[in-house]
């Protein structure tokens, strides 16, 4: 098979402001189309929606979450995390289906029966729903995890591991993409999500002690060094390796040990953009660790962009 963010507002959504285990623990009751469209202005993507369109995709949302369950505990012995789960219930994800480069809403879409990746303009794309539930479980989120996510696109990703780790940071290439998905995780009261813009090669240095789970939503062609090195001691970065726009791309999982001793995983068949700024012209470091072939932990998925 293939994996082919006002006052008013956030007293609605008190309980999304909540330390991050409760967060994760608690579904939003308050999510209403006069929510959504509150939210939307608030970050700056002004928009209408109808009561039926609004009432139509939440009714979606339930089959939807049948099928991450499912999918989750066909690749992972039976096992779909319950932290997984409950982001996944909290977050709208039609807040995200929206194209920046055509200023358009995409809203309607959300939680598709045949899930896919949407085009967000500039080059980008929210990633398919399966898709991100798996590559968000393999990151293994802990509550007091602080994590890195190299590839914004949407936000959506970065929003889900926020709904369970203690501080998510992400960055984005693309200038008009990360500049303006930068203001849409107040609105929903994400306080513990911070982006820029930036080239994900060098990961975020400046954050004292580094990540426990760095996870990569581009294909690079070499594992970034900057990005090893972010690595706390038993932490894990989590990254599509293979060619720009060619199949044969793998997802790797590489672990840190607390010796500092550096071991590879490598996983699922996936198919990602390509990772661009200084992976396309910088010849690959001699001190770059080659993935370890090892047999795939579960059957051949391939992902779409994720974001």
Not at 249 to 274: A, C, H, M, N, W
Not at 279 to 292: H, L, Q, V
């Amino acid at each position: 098979m293939t994996i082919s963010r006002r006052p008013l507002l956030l007293g609605a959504l008190g309980v999304l402001a909540a330390p991050p285990l409760l967060r994760a623990q608690t579904s939003s009751t308050a999510w209403t189309r006069e929510a959504y469209l509150a939210a939307m202005r608030a970050s700056g993507r002004e928009t209408t929606i109808s009561d039926q369109t609004f009432n139509a995709i939440q009714a979606r949302k339930p089959a939807a979450m049948r099928r991450i369950e499912s999918y989750l505990k066909a690749r992972f012995n039976g096992e779909a995390d319950p932290a997984v789960m409950r982001a996944f219930e909290s977050l709208p994800r039609e807040y995200f289906h929206w194209n920046y480069e055509g200023r358009s809403n995409g809203a309607v879409n959300a939680y598709e029966s045949e899930p896919k990746p949407w085009g967000l303009g500039y080059g980008s794309a929210l990633s398919d729903y399966l898709g991100q539930a798996y590559m968000t479980q393999v990151c293994a989120p802990k509550p007091e995890h602080v994590v890195l996510e190299i590839g914004t696109g949407s936000g959506y990703q970065s929003s889900l591991l926020s709904r369970i780790v203690a501080k998510q940071y992400s960055i984005e290439i693309i200038n008009p993409l990360g500049s303006a998905v930068r203001h849409i995780f107040a609105p929903l009261g994400y306080s513990n999500v911070e982006s820029r813009v930036g080239d994900g090669f060098f990961g975020w240095p400046e954050v004292q002690g580094g990540f426990d789970t760095i996870i990569v939503t581009c294909a690079a062609q070499y594992v970034p060094p900057a990005l090893l090195q972010q690595i706390k001691p038993g932490g894990r970065l989590v990254i599509p390796i293979g060619q720009p726009f060619r199949r044969g791309q793998f997802l790797y999982i590489y672990t840190k040990d607390e010796d500092g001793r550096v071991r590879s995983r490598k996983d699922v068949g996936v198919y990602f953009i390509p990772m661009t700024g200084a992976m396309m012209n910088r010849p690959r470091p001699a001190g770059a660790p080659n993935p370890e072939p090892a047999a795939p932990a579960a059957p051949a998925q391939a992902a779409e962009p994720a974001g």
